[in-house]
């Protein structure tokens, strides 16, 4: 997914982290530090800027950069706080994640290094100066993401569980950013609008994700949407499961679910004359035709 901005902003936000690390105190700094390097390396990334730049990651450096061109913003240095706070909201997110469902990386504990990347958060949206309607929008967007994620706990291991559309809620994080950025341009009236876009992008990469990550959740015990359509299968091995979910009548299904998600995300984005939201939304509908060939290429140990 491209966009036509620089992701400028991008380098203060990693020497943010780093500093984040170097200067914290050591307690604080052992749980931190695993999670940037963990973070640094995913997706194949040679870095902490690179990683989050690569295809398979949350998209929210090139969202943040094409919002500012969208909403008239371009140049503005506001929107670097913007983004570096971004990243802090990322690494919270992560560390919730980890501290849910990777028992073994991390500790109760680091409950309080995610209090130290919150607070980052808080003080560049701060810097930023936005105005208190979009502190209100945060909160409610915030609570909505925190229901989402304790339900998805609670429905671990049963037979149903929250509609695929609904597991968009999980990437609201994501929403703050845009939100903050139309307040500061002035147009309030956008924030119900860039919240359902990003419910609707974020359930396409959701289910991409659970297609390409089907075996792995598997083997966790962690119940998607996607492996409840597989249901039980007859496959002795890794390779044969995903062989039996390359031929499974489940994929077309999630693969059309996510199409239409991103085709949603693109319209809504498209009838607001949001063009460059409207075109990484596209760029996620072609995203969804390469899952097949990604799909395969984990079948045969191959990189697609």
Known sequence: MHSDATC??????????????????????????????????????????????????????????????????AGDPRVASIGRATVMSYLYVRLQDDLVDEEALIDRASVY????????????????????????????????????????????????GAPAERHGDK?????????????????DALHDVLIDHVVHLGAALQVINDVLNAAEDRAAERTTPFLRWLGPLDAPDLGAFRAAVQAHPA?????????AQAG??????????????????????????????????LQLGIQA
């Open 8 to 73: 400028s902003w991008l380098d203060d936000a990693a020497r943010d982290v780093a500093r984040l690390v170097d200067d914290t105190e050591p307690a604080l700094q052992r749980r931190l530090r695993p999670l940037v390097e963990r973070i640094a390396r995913m997706n194949g990334g040679d870095g902490l800027r690179d990683a989050l730049l690569r295809p398979g990651s949350t998209p929210f450096v090139r969202i943040i950069d094409a919002a500012a061109l969208d909403l008239g913003l």
């Open 113 to 160: 290094a995610m209090e130290v990347a919150l607070a980052e958060h808080l003080r560049h949206l701060a810097d930023a100066g936005v105005p208190a309607k979009f502190w209100r929008a945060r909160s409610r967007v915030m609570a909505r993401f925190a229901a989402f994620a304790a339900r998805e706990v609670d429905e671990r291991g049963a037979a149903e």
């Open 171 to 187: 990437f609201l994080p994501l929403a703050v950013p845009l939100l903050a950025l139309a307040s500061l341009a002035g147009r």
């Open 251 to 259: 994929t077309d299904r999630a693969l059309a679910l996510a199409r």
């Open 264 to 297: 949603r995300a693109a319209s809504l984005a498209a009838a607001h004359e949001l063009a460059r939201l409207a075109g990484l939304a596209g760029a996620v509908e072609r995203l969804v035709d390469r899952t097949r060939p990604r799909l395969l290429g």
